[in-house]
């Protein structure tokens, strides 16, 4: 059972986490828990294993802002990821620093010039590449399939400045993606040294083989013909820390592995959602229509169009909260601490879980409803600032939020300019690595012109 204790903590048997996972799932579950707890922090007991789940806003910016030194990417599945992708851009400590400045310094110079100017082109390039295939015949698609694919079109010239096949490209996501799917059970078994052999081993090594055949040679020829572009690689490569090193290729490579993981999978993860949604809402899916008719016209998908698309972005924004792909980010106490009057003792694990944050009454009226109008500038304005945090908070906030968001906005104003597009099932989450839909979202898509 759940217990309320005096300080505000509420505590749930290892007894009642067992059987809540075994019949109903994590989500459900945690879902059941959040609405007891309403806020309060809330410990799981499971033997010697007692994470605590963190979800009010208050308590997100104490340990994502507040305490964020003492608040570290040291949990099980961090130490799981690292083999694949290091301890820079997905680390902590001053590697961390290094990766994330040359990061954004690329991402705010010529890069950030680049991808505004190539977006609209990219973006028009892949939905009509989709559209010739509609009209060969495919006309009924797997939403993820097709987004991932869009998705990769776009990240290609962003990342690598197009100097691989988009045939590698793809290959490079699937064996990425396997890899962090393989890392469930060292997340399930957290404290288990990775000399002991679990389920998903074979397939995460293999993995990680392949990434390492396609990137390390890339960035080695890279570097050795010292051609540059405007891609992201190209920062990597000529960026330096304070004391004027050069990251190493393996470094290079690690950190591109981070960043294809946000720019990819979790950009097509979202947009999958985003098509299941407006399945459910026709009238918000009408809007949406009506915007990019209105923004497009007759001319292709453009960067100018953006600003001619507010509701397709609140729509965007409203799915980033109900469907947060990153549902739970766990960190580790390298220091007692106390929050809220509760003492997290050193070495404790930590869940945020937007998901969680995402649905609580006090921030977010009506909170399953699916809602566009949250996201007015009038109402992000009177809103706690870490009631919302699909792309995470504090010095590990996601350095490509802006990009997504535009590019996002971009891909689905162009493909429902030129489909009728009608999703068929419904989609329920599940929650791995990533939250992902339990069953296949299949789009039929019929061509307007």
């Known amino acids: 059972m759940s217990i309320p204790a005096a300080d505000g903590l509420y505590t749930v048997s290892s007894g009642r986490v067992l059987r809540g996972l075994r019949a109903d799932g994590p989500l459900t579950f945690l879902e059941h828990t959040g609405r007891l707890s309403q806020g309060a922090l809330v410990r799981l007991d499971l033997g010697p294993f007692r994470p605590f789940v963190v979800t009010h806003p208050d308590h997100v910016r104490h340990v994502l802002r507040d305490r964020a030194a003492h608040y570290r990417r040291g949990t099980a599945m961090w130490r799981a990821l690292s083999r694949l992708t290091g301890t820079g851009i997905a680390g902590e400590g001053p590697a961390w620093q290094v990766s994330r400045e040359i990061w954004c310094r690329g991402l ?38 097709e987004m991932t694919r869009i998705v990769h079109r776009i990240i290609n010239p962003v990342l690598f400045g197009s100097r691989i096949s988009q045939f590698q490209c793809d290959r490079l996501a699937a064996a990425v993606s396997v890899a962090f799917d393989s890392v469930l059970w060292r997340m399930a078994v957290p404290g288990l040294p990775l000399a002991v052999p679990v389920p998903g081993d074979r397939a995460f090594h293999r993995a990680t083989r392949t990434v390492k055949d396609i990137l390390l040679p890339l960035v080695r020829r890279i570097r050795n013909e010292g051609s540059r572009g ?3 690689v190209s920062a990597l490569l000529d960026g330096v820390d304070s004391g004027g090193r050069q990251l190493t290729d393996e470094q290079v490579a690690q950190d591109i592995v981070a960043l294809f993981v946000a720019g990819s999978e979790s950009s097509a993860l979202t947009l999958t959602w985003a098509w299941a949604a407006l399945a459910r809402h026709p009238e918000v899916a009408a809007r949406v229509r009506l915007e990019a008719d209105a923004a497009l016209g007759n001319s292709p998908a453009r960067y100018g169009a953006l600003g001619e698309l507010p509701y397709t972005r609140q729509v965007l924004a409203e799915v980033c909260r109900l469907y947060a792909v990153a549902w739970a980010v766990p960190r580790t106490a390298a220091v007692e601490d106390v929050i809220d009057g509760v003492r997290i003792p050193a070495g404790a694990t930590v869940v945020l879980s937007p998901y969680l944050t995402h649905r609580l009454p006090q921030f977010w ?21 870490q009631a919302y945090l ?27 300019h030129r489909f009728d597009i009608t999703a068929m099932g419904r989609a329920e989450p599940r929650a791995a690595v990533a939250l992902r839909p339990r069953q296949q979202v299949a789009l039929r898509l019929t061509p307007r012109r």
């Open 390 to 416: 699909p792309f995470g908070d504090g010095p590990h906030q996601c350095v490509g939020q802006s990009f997504f968001l535009r590019e996002a906005a971009l891909i689905v104003a162009s493909m429902t």
């Open 365 to 385: 009226e009506r909170p399953l409803r699916f809602d566009p109008g949250r996201f007015t500038k009038h109402a992000v304005r009177g809103r706690h600032p």
């Open 108 to 145: 705010a110079g010529e890069s950030a010039r680049a991808c505004a100017e190539g977006i609209g082109p990219w973006v028009e390039r892949a939905v009509a590449d989709l559209e010739r295939r509609v009209v060969a015949g495919q006309s009924v698609v797997d939403a993820e399939t």
């Open 230 to 232: 405007p891609d992201l």
